[in-house]
């Protein structure tokens, strides 16, 4: 069966036309760059610089309301660079579900390792962390959000695929009532931001599916 593509932009539309809308503060940007652009696909992508500490700098999509059944998963993807490992934690990547509370966290930490941290029904944060060292090339990520099957059922799932490898894995979650939906994303620099660390994302996907981007003939994901 073919993948449901909920949202998907490859980040060329001018003014950041297909995603809700874009928030900066301070001096820390997120731009539309040729620079930016994933290889072998298209001109443009999304460039974050930030300049001080604790500034934002991020593009969000609203309105997504995706509805997660029992036991199934959605799948958000998108392609990721950074020459340097930030000086300091960088949050880059958020998911919201319907009732406005953040489910999903994504981090790049000091020696370039990826962490995210998960919701639960109690409230409570849980977390895992990377192995690949990411720092200094392109990398395809892939976010697995399963729910449970039952709200007394503990079966949910968070898991991060890098270039199509499993990379984390958090089973055993009690998550039913906070998976139900997904309807907004971030990706960016959220909350905080290092100084001088630059990112680049593209070519983001949210599917019940993981998808990502197709390599021309002769090139593989590594």
């Known amino acids: 069966m073919k993948p449901r593509i909920y949202f998907q932009t490859l980040n060329e539309v001018e003014n950041f036309g297909n995603w809700t809308g874009v928030y900066e503060n301070g001096d820390s940007t997120i731009n539309q760059s040729e620079n930016a652009s994933f290889l072998y696909r298209g001109q443009y992508g999304l460039r974050l610089t930030c300049v001080q500490n604790l500034e934002y700098a991020y593009v969000y999509k609203t ?18 660079r950074f020459t340097d490992a930030p000086s300091d934690t960088a949050l880059t990547f958020l998911a919201v579900n319907g009732n406005s509370k953040t489910i999903l966290y994504y ?9 995210f941290l ?27 959000m399963q729910r449970a099957t039952t709200s007394t059922a503990s079966d949910g799932a968070v898991r991060l695929y890098i270039d199509g490898i499993l990379d984390i894995e958090k089973t055993g979650l009690d998550n039913y009532d906070m998976f139900a939906t997904l309807n907004k994303i ?25 998808i990502r981007p197709p390599l021309p003939a002769g090139k593989v994901w590594k």
């Not at 309105?63 to 990721?80: A, D, H, K, M, R």
């Open 63 to 80: 309105g997504l309301n995706v509805s997660i059944l029992p036991g199934e998963s959605v799948y958000i993807c998108f392609t990721q």
């Open 107 to 115: 981090k790049i930490l000091t020696d370039g390792n990826s962490q």
């Open 118 to 144: 998960y919701r639960k029904d109690d409230d409570s944060l849980g977390w895992g962390t990377g192995i690949k060292v990411l720092t200094g090339d392109w990398y395809w990520l892939g976010f697995e």
């Open 186 to 210: 971030e990706i960016g620099g959220i909350y905080n931001t290092p100084p001088g660390f630059v990112a680049d994302f593209d070519e983001v996907v949210v599917a019940d599916k993981m």
